[in-house]
Structures are given as structure tokens and as C-alpha cells.
């Protein structure tokens, strides 16, 4: 297990510290122009491929099914976590009206949520009040790697034909989560502090290039392409991937250190340790072989997603909570996995 987790992380480490290191030096444009490539031709790319490439109708099972389940108590948890943290960060109305009196007296005002909830901080940018930070963290906690990352370890750690539910998962997140209701929140919680209309919305969600790559993949499969497209469209995955990481590192650069991670936390556990806990205990309930429920916790389980940070680019999230979940889930992978074989293989 240990080699098979070395081999997945070493182009992890490679790809985003060459991000990381000259990160603070480059353009401040150009994360940005990275983010919206990806959404709009790399990332459909790699679906595009994925989705011709899979026969879906072998040994898929239930999978579709339990990664809306997992979805769905992915964005419950999220919307929960964040009305406890936002809950404990909202100033009284007594501090409130002190803070008040205090701006008009000129006078500066230490708020004591800045010394008895140092976990939770507000940014010089970005308050816990600001819509695009609430969507980032709604994001963080509810979609999961099951691209990059995932379906490079789980087929290292399971083996037999619920590889395939891997693969459906990460499809199915893909397509109903990340490029689905991923976008609706993106949109809903970005652009701004105003909500964007219903069909404004819609919109956003129908025109995701990556649902569209999807539905012409799985066509596509009746069509025999040359040997040399085949694989062109293979290897074009695995120039994505590098891509998707350098700008991880680019956004990792950026963290202003453990300020920049704090808020994250809470996220990140949820990602990591509470809804995977959740997925395999709802599995084991409904009685699915074990194998099955280990790869439903390892997938649920997957650090936060890079499309998190693709969608902030695209919809003004707020860029630097979902770079420092993503650091904080990658980072409590390594902890969790040894876990989930554990208790579930």
C-alpha cells in the first residue's frame, strides 16, 4: 500500500511545486486564464475522453446512485458546517453597536471573536458575511478529486470488477455534481454579492461544456475512430492533469500561511473524515458487498476537488479558501486512506 501511495502522490508533489515555486513571480492574470482553459477545453477534454473510452453497462451496479447519495450528504454537511461557523463568527448585537459607536467616534474597536475564535478568521478581502466565501466552502465540502486523484489510487487498492464503480463515480460526480449542481452553486453563491436570477442559472448549468462532452462521448462510442486518434485523445488526459496541478500550486504559492489555512479546516474534515464515514455507513446498511462500500469511501473520500478552484476562477469564488482545502485534504489523505482500509476492506 505504502509504494502504491508513493506512486500516486510523486506526480502530485512534481506537478504542484513546480506551480508553487515561481508561483509569486509570474502574472497575476494568469492563474485565472489557466482556470478558465481548463473549464472550457481541458477539463470537457478529459470527460470527452473518459466517456468514450468506458463501457459503462459492465459491473457499474448502483454506483450513479450512491454518488448522488454521497452528493447530496456532502453539500447537507456543507451548508451545516457553515451555518455553525457563521453562527459563532456574527458579532452580538452588543458588539455590533459598540463597533458602530466606535467608527463614529474614530476610535478602533478589537472584536472578541479576533482572540476567542482564531480558527475562523475573516481576510483583509473576504469575510464569512461574503457570498463567494460561503460558496467555496459549501464547494470544498461536497465535491471530492475523483478524477486526478482518485482514479489513480483506488485501482491500487481495489481490485476485481467494482473497478468499475470507480470509474462511474467519478463520471457521475463529474457530470451531476461538479458540472451540475456545482455550477448551479457556483453561480448562486459568485459573481458578486448579488444572487443570480433563476435563469441566469439554469443557463450556467446547460451550457457547461463538460455536460455536453459527456453526452457526445458516450455517442461517440459507436463511432470507430483511427487507432492514432484513440490514443491521441488518451494521452490528451494526461497532459490535463499536469495542467490542473500547476495551477494548485500557482493558487498554493499564494496562501499567505496558517491565516490563509485556518478557515479551510473545517471544510477539509468534513471532506476527508465525515462524509466518507457517512457514505460507508449508509453502504453497509443497504447491505452492498464489501468491496463495493470500500470503493464508495475511498471515492467520497478524495481530497477536495480541483475543480473547486476552476469554478472559483470562473464564478469569483473566493480563490484562496479553496486553494487552502484543497492543501488541507490532499495533506489528511495520506492519514485517512490507512483508516478506510481498515475499517472497510
Known amino acids: 500500500m505504502r509504494n502504491s501511495l508513493i506512486q500516486a502522490y510523486l506526480p502530485l508533489i512534481i506537478w504542484v511545486g513546480l506551480g508553487a515555486g515561481p508561483g509569486r513571480f509570474l502574472p497575476a492574470a494568469l492563474p485565472r486564464l489557466m482556470g478558465r482553459g481548463l473549464y472550457w477545453v481541458g477539463i470537457p477534454l478529459e470527460i470527452f475522453a473518459l466517456a468514450r473510452q468506458t463501457h459503462f453497462a459492465e459491473d457499474t451496479g448502483l454506483a450513479p446512485l450512491y454518488t448522488v447519495v454521497s ?6 454537511l456543507g451548508l451545516a458546517g457553515l451555518a455553525v461557523v457563521r453562527s459563532l463568527t456574527a458579532p452580538t448585537p452588543v458588539e455590533a453597536t459598540a463597533t458602530e459607536v466606535g467608527v463614529v ?29 460561503q460558496g467555496s466552502f459549501v464547494l470544498a465540502a461536497m465535491l471530492g478529486n475523483t478524477g486526478f486523484v482518485g482514479l489513480a489510487i483506488v485501482p491500487t487498492l481495489v481490485s476485481g470488477p467494482y473497478l ?52 457526445l462521448g458516450s455517442i461517440s462510442q459507436a463511432w470507430a475512430w483511427p487507432p492514432q486518434i484513440e490514443d491521441a485523445l488518451h494521452q490528451s488526459v494526461w497532459l490535463v492533469i499536469p495542467v490542473a496541478l500547476v495551477l494548485m500550486g500557482l493558487r498554493l504559492s499564494q496562501l499567505q500561511g496558517w491565516s490563509s489555512l485556518q478557515p479551510a479546516l473545517i471544510p477539509a474534515m468534513l471532506k476527508v473524515l465525515v462524509l466518507p464515514a457517512m457514505v460507508g455507513a449508509v453502504a453497509l446498511g443497504a447491505g452492498l458487498p464489501r468491496d463495493a462500500v470500500l470503493v464508495l469511501v475511498l471515492m467520497s473520500g478524495m481530497p477536495s476537488a480541483f475543480a473547486g478552484l476552476i469554478l472559483a476562477e470562473e464564478y469569483d469564488l473566493d480563490r484562496e479558501l479553496a486553494a487552502a482545502s484543497i492543501a488541507l485534504s490532499t495533506g489528511g489523505l495520506l492519514l485517512t486512506i490507512p483508516l478506510w482500509l481498515l475499517v472497510f476492506g
Not at 120 to 126: R, Y
Not at 184 to 211: C, E, I, K, M, Y
Request: proline share 6%.
Open 71 to 76: 452528493l447530496g450528504l456532502g453539500l447537507g
Open 164 to 215: 468499475g464503480w470507480a470509474v462511474f463515480y467519478s463520471v457521475t460526480q463529474n457530470v451531476v455534481g461538479t458540472y451540475g449542481l456545482g455550477v448551479f452553486l457556483a453561480s448562486w453563491f459568485g459573481r458578486g454579492t448579488h444572487a443570480q436570477s433563476r435563469w441566469q442559472q439554469l443557463r450556467d448549468v446547460v451550457t457547461v461544456p463538460s455536460l455536453w462532452a459527456f453526452g
Open 105 to 133: 467616534l474614530g476610535l478602533e474597536v478589537l472584536s472578541p471573536q479576533a482572540v476567542d475564535l482564531p480558527l475562523w478568521p475573516d481576510t483583509a478581502t473576504m469575510t464569512w458575511a461574503d457570498k463567494p466565501r
